[in-house]
């Protein structure tokens, strides 16, 4: 039996923000879902307090769009004598005096978890992925009013590295808080799983915040999954939360609550959707029986490890990669690798590839400015075909030379995609968009201790080059500096126009 006694209740899928780095409450959001009879809801809450549950949650999603529903069940539990806590996570949007006033008259603990994750304007329009100027205001009066007619409010930061982990930043924040009387502020590590894998570079470790604050942070607990701190000589506490899923499946049992829908489903494990257990067929003990055994086997097989999550820098590999258009000469492609050859490039192995290419669908600022592009890719080595990888390209100008950074995940096994369609409709539907297919055939060479590769895209017939360092044609090919130039980037383009 899972040791937290709370419930997070899923109300619905809807919601009018668009974060980039949104983990989807381990649910499929995209998926409609029916949402089951107010009634019936209100007595699966009761069947959980009969079974010792106290906390109850309601997430979405954004819940508030399930408002009246939340407002009836907290009458009629007031009404029966129930008063279990409950939490309301919202990004405050929706938060009116209606809601307000049910909440204060709700006879037990109640308080919103708002998700902020910053403190203006700007970082936070761009971390919604949302241009509706003023929104943040609104948010923020919402929350003023909360704490006026004394109902807490917790406000949850995940922390994104680059846009919100700065120490002058957390500073802010702090300030913030105490300016606006927030009881409490929530900092979480980035979820990184296999649909988020291309947001790696934003994952920061939230431990690091007490490591900026030594002086300012006294700690009060400690906690399996998250330490709890007091700022200075306030009354602001700061909880510092690691991903449980990080931590592996072994802990779940300790510090994982119950997740269901509204729908009427229960999911045991946060990132495989794909058990989640149809509470109709069982009563709740069946049920969460049935998914403790699930957890308990999942610890035995990944123990401190986890099926989907990024957990350590291991399973990261980052190269540099210069990618250069090469001009194609009056030979086909396997007659110049042959006279590459003669020339004592050594041909080390030829593989061939489809990859393609993916970028939000929303416009993203950084994604343009650095022409970020994330690839899903299927090879063969020599004529033996492997899975899909996935890899995320950033282009970088420095010293002079453009290269890309490209990150790999490696050494994960279940990282690698068995189903491109499947894992494309689950991952990337409503979220991601495929600017490209291209079909590669590359010969990997090695000259004078240097490995590059040439590359014929199949399609249009046009070549490049790769090589982890600047190239140098005259030093390494002999080839003219005029028959090698450009980038990844500008290649993509030119075969956008050709296609």
Request: charged letters at 25%; proline letters at 2%.
């Amino acid at each position: 039996m899972l040791s937290e006694k709370s419930w997070r209740i899923s109300l619905t899928q809807r919601c009018n923000y668009k974060c980039f780095f949104c983990h989807e409450e381990g649910s499929v959001m995209s998926k409609e879902r029916t949402v089951i009879d107010e009634d019936v809801l209100y007595e699966m809450i009761l069947e959980g307090i009969q079974n010792g549950f106290e906390q109850f949650n309601f997430t979405g999603g954004e819940p508030l769009y399930e408002k009246k529903i939340i407002i009836s069940l907290l009458k009629k539990l007031a009404a029966e004598g129930k008063t279990p806590e409950i939490t309301i996570g919202t990004n405050g949007t929706m938060i009116d005096d209606l809601l307000l006033d049910a909440m204060k008259a709700y006879p037990g603990k109640i308080k919103f978890n708002c998700s902020m994750h910053a403190v203006d304007e700007e970082t936070y329009l761009k971390i919604i992925s949302l241009s509706q100027k003023g929104i943040f205001n609104h948010v923020v009066g919402h929350i003023q009013r909360a704490v006026e007619i004394e109902i807490p409010v917790k406000l949850n930061f995940v922390l994104l590295k680059g846009i919100n982990n700065s120490k002058e930043y957390i500073q802010k924040i702090f300030d913030f808080a105490i300016e606006k009387r927030v009881q409490t502020l929530k900092f979480l590590e980035l979820l990184i799983t296999d649909k988020l894998i291309y947001l790696y570079d934003y994952y920061y470790e939230v431990d690091s915040i007490a490591a900026m604050f030594p002086d300012d942070l006294y700690l009060i607990s400690n906690e399996i999954k998250r330490n709890v701190y007091r700022y200075k000589d306030t009354d602001l506490i700061i909880e510092l939360q690691k991903c449980p899923c990080k931590m592996g499946c072994n802990t779940c049992q300790q510090v994982a609550g119950r997740m269901l829908t509204s729908d009427g489903y229960y999911f045991p494990c946060f990132t495989l959707v794909n058990n989640a257990i149809k509470l109709d067929q069982y009563t709740q003990k069946e049920a969460f029986a049935k998914g403790d055994q699930l957890i308990k086997t999942m610890g035995r097989r990944y123990k401190n490890g986890s099926p989907l999550i990024i957990q350590k820098i291991q399973h990261i590999k980052k190269k540099k990669e210069y990618y250069y258009e090469v001009n194609s000469t009056d030979q086909n492609f396997e007659s110049w690798c042959g006279v590459l050859k003669n020339k004592g490039a050594n041909l080390v192995m030829k593989r061939t590839f489809k990859e393609i290419y993916f970028k939000p669908q929303m416009p993203n600022e950084d994604w343009d400015k650095n022409q970020m592009i994330f690839k899903v890719y299927q090879n063969t080595y020599n004529g033996y075909k492997h899975n899909h990888v996935l890899a995320f390209n950033k282009l970088i100008e420095e010293g002079g030379h453009i290269y890309t950074e490209v990150t790999y995940l490696t050494e994960k096994e279940d990282a690698r995609i068995d189903d491109y369609e499947e894992f494309v409709k689950k991952t990337f539907e409503k979220k991601m968009e495929i600017t490209m297919e291209c079909n590669w055939e590359i010969n990997f060479f090695e000259y004078k201790g240097v490995p590059f590769s040439v590359g014929e895209h199949l399609e249009s017939g046009m070549w490049t080059l790769l090589c982890e360092q600047p190239f140098n044609s005259e030093e390494l090919l002999g080839l003219k500096s005029s028959n090698v130039k450009t980038n990844l980037i500008s290649f993509l383009e030119k075969l956008k126009l050709k296609n």
